[in-house]
């Protein structure tokens, strides 16, 4: 009994905490490219509610997932644009895109509140793996965008430490004007990780939309991008350690929902607040520890760059 | 090839012309995206323009809007000032709206002179206090103050679901979650038989005395100074931790004032959807306006008449949402336009390599 619960929590906290782990991957590349993206909110948003109008008008979850990337895309090219092109404070572009994108989605979302999906993705039991004590039914039993985050994770990191693209990646990130001198397009390399960065935002949001939910909520999100972006800070910008974080807050949402089952004296309230206090103590405890450590972001996140 | 210039200087009839470009081709956009959605733009922004400011009763409201986006407005331009990105107005009016109503069921029986004063100041100083836990690990440890305001959102609006479900809950409410109603006199009065509420009163006096501090003292001065260049802040011994903490106590008090206005002149209690988000639409007023407080009253005046523009055409089928994505739009055009004033494209042929 005890060992069922455990389970079933584990793979729950995998589900609840694969939307953030897009959503923070995408945010890990765009940032060590050396720019802010504060919009993940609203590109999840966006990317939740065109999923949802894409797979009910055309019965695929497929061509959901695919119109998520390129709305998800779509808002982060207006931030890459502001940013890099035309120079504007990160700040303040990427608050922009969250609200606008907040706004966008309700727009859009309007008559899909209360619409079912025709087709739900079910989950894939994966032959051999998913029979393993505890491991198989925690992690094996999942649906198909969540056996994608597993793959996702190894790739971006290998991607980010032992490719020469992604050395340009970071070279752009720590010190724009080396990368320039060594012949690195530091605009285009940019431009192209903040809209890969959108394109998985957008990902996170059809998860929540067409696997998690599935429906349309207006800001079903309720703040997932902007825990996405605790996380990139606790995960010290690395791929690796972003699985493990998105685990652990999909495991708070996860267990507070359970309590609540459970029939706890808690009030539901408190218990829905538990993500939003996990992420500020997180995040206090992590300032601290990684001031001691001597880790932080990329040497040039938020700064815009000038080609002399 | 193109290339992008820093100008020398900026030229004024851009700087005045500029915020009204944005505007309209915010509209613009907006057009275009109305008539994708299959709606005659003329006919939505003519609803909008004579629900918003068409008669004395669309003014009022206009007017009843405007007042929590100034005061919160205001507090997120001090912050934003010092480069503090205080995006917790929401929480913080949350904040203040509770610690009134706490202050209003407590002392039924009070005087309004004596209960109002009392209410604004529970309303204000939980503001501050809602900001300063998001301002002390800031000031301390550096923890970035944009995701903990945000998180203090959200637990500050389900706290306020929490009571008006719970100890709060009227009994006579047939079981919906509300506060019982305020006692008269711990309602604010309204002027003539409209909505519009001593609220504006506190937002011009904000307004007033904002102006004069940012302008006229060294506070004011120095908040700018840490804004524009932090080092230099540092080495001319200025605290900016000290900074931080007033920066964001006067942030949160004003958010927490517009959360009390809401629950005393308007609601009468604590209840759901006591703000459309105000405290997020206040951050892109408090942009457009350049964080200047005059500026803020014009710029939530406007603010106010689209949201009630937007009621105003929901009635044919738009989508209240479509303000807020054309408050978005506003500020992105906005930011391009500021672009335009401070850099210049100029089109040149290739570079002659010197000899």
């Known amino acids: ?308 | 090839m193109l290339i992008i210039e820093r100008r020398v200087s900026r030229s004024t009839a851009f700087r005045i012309l500029s915020p009204v470009m944005a505007v309209l081709a915010a509209l613009v956009f907006g057009a275009l995206f109305l008539k994708l959605s299959g709606f005659e733009p003329l006919a939505v922004y003519g609803g909008m323009w004579r629900g918003a400011f068409g008669d004395a009763y669309g003014l009022s409201e206009t007017l009843v809007k405007a007042i929590p986006l100034a005061l919160c407005a205001m507090g997120i331009a001090v912050a934003f000032r010092m480069s503090l990105w205080n995006i917790g107005a929401e929480g913080q009016l949350y904040a203040g709206a509770m610690a009134a109503t706490g202050v209003a069921l407590s002392f039924p029986d009070a005087p309004a002179p004596a209960l109002l004063p009392a209410m604004v100041a529970a309303g204000m100083t939980a503001g501050a206090l809602w900001a300063l836990i998001a301002a002390i690990p800031r000031a301390w440890l550096g923890a970035n103050e944009i995701l903990t305001t945000l998180m203090l959102n959200y637990i500050a609006i389900f706290w306020s679901e929490y009571l008006i479900h719970g100890p709060w809950k009227d009994p006579a409410s047939f079981n919906f979650p509300l506060s019982p109603a305020f006692a008269e006199a711990a309602r604010l009065p309204a002027f003539g038989d409209t909505r519009v509420h001593a609220g504006l009163i506190f937002a011009l006096a904000a307004a007033a005395v904002l102006t004069i501090l940012l302008r006229k003292t060294k506070w004011g001065y120095e908040l700018r100074l840490i804004g524009s260049s932090p080092a230099v802040a540092n080495y001319a011994g200025i605290s900016i931790r000290r900074h931080i903490l007033i920066a964001m106590a006067i942030s949160g008090a004003l958010a927490g004032l517009a959360g009390m206005a809401e629950v005393s002149a308007i609601t009468g209690r604590l209840q759901y959807g006591l703000s459309p988000g105000y405290g997020y639409s206040a951050i892109i007023v408090a942009w457009l306006a350049k964080l200047n407080p005059a500026g803020i009253l014009v710029m939530s005046t406007l603010f106010g008449g689209l949201l009630v523009g937007g009621y105003a055409v929901q009635f044919i089928g738009v989508p209240a949402a479509a303000v807020n994505m054309l408050q978005g739009a506003m500020l992105f055009f906005w930011l391009a336009a500021e672009f335009f004033g401070s850099y210049r494209v100029i089109h040149r042929g290739r570079l002659q390599e010197v000899r």
């Open chain 1, 1 to 308: 009994m005890e060992m069922d619960a455990l389970i079933a929590l584990t793979a729950a906290a995998v589900s609840a905490g694969t939307p953030l782990l897009y959503a923070a991957l995408g945010e890990i590349l765009c940032e060590r490219s050396g720019v802010l993206n504060l919009g993940i909110e609203g590109m999840m948003l966006a990317g939740a509610v065109c999923g949802f109008l894409a797979a009910v008008a055309t019965e695929s979850p497929a061509a959901g997932i695919a119109a998520a990337m390129l709305a998800g895309g779509a808002l982060a090219a207006i931030h890459a644009f502001m940013t890099i092109t035309l120079r504007v404070n990160q700040i303040i572009s990427g608050l922009a895109l969250a609200l606008f994108g907040a706004g966008l989605s309700s727009y859009l979302g309007k008559h899909l509140i209360g619409v079912p999906l025709p087709v739900s993705p079910a989950s894939v039991m994966l032959p051999g793996l998913s029979e393993i004590h505890f491991i198989g039914p925690a992690f094996f039993r999942q649906d198909l965008l969540v056996y994608g985050s597993y793959i996702l994770v190894p790739l971006a990191w290998y991607w980010i430490h032992r490719t020469r693209p992604g050395l340009h990646l970071r070279a752009v990130g720590e010190n724009p004007d080396t990368a320039d001198a060594m012949g690195v397009n530091v605009y285009r390399i940019r431009y192209a990780y903040i809209l890969i960065g959108g394109m998985l935002a957008g990902l996170g949001g059809a998860y929540l939309s067409l696997f998690y939910a599935p429906c349309w909520i207006e800001n079903m999100t309720a703040g997932r991008g902007w825990i996405a972006l605790a996380l990139v800070i606790f995960a010290v910008w690395s791929p690796l350690r972003a699985l493990a974080g998105a685990w652990l807050f999909g495991g708070i949402e996860a267990l507070g929902f359970r309590i609540q089952i459970l029939g706890a004296t808690v009030s539901p309230f408190f218990l829905k607040m538990l993500p939003y206090l996990f992420t500020i103590v997180v995040l206090i405890l992590f300032t601290v520890y990684s001031r001691r450590k001597r880790i932080g972001a990329p040497a040039a996140l938020g700064m815009p760059y000038e080609r002399e």
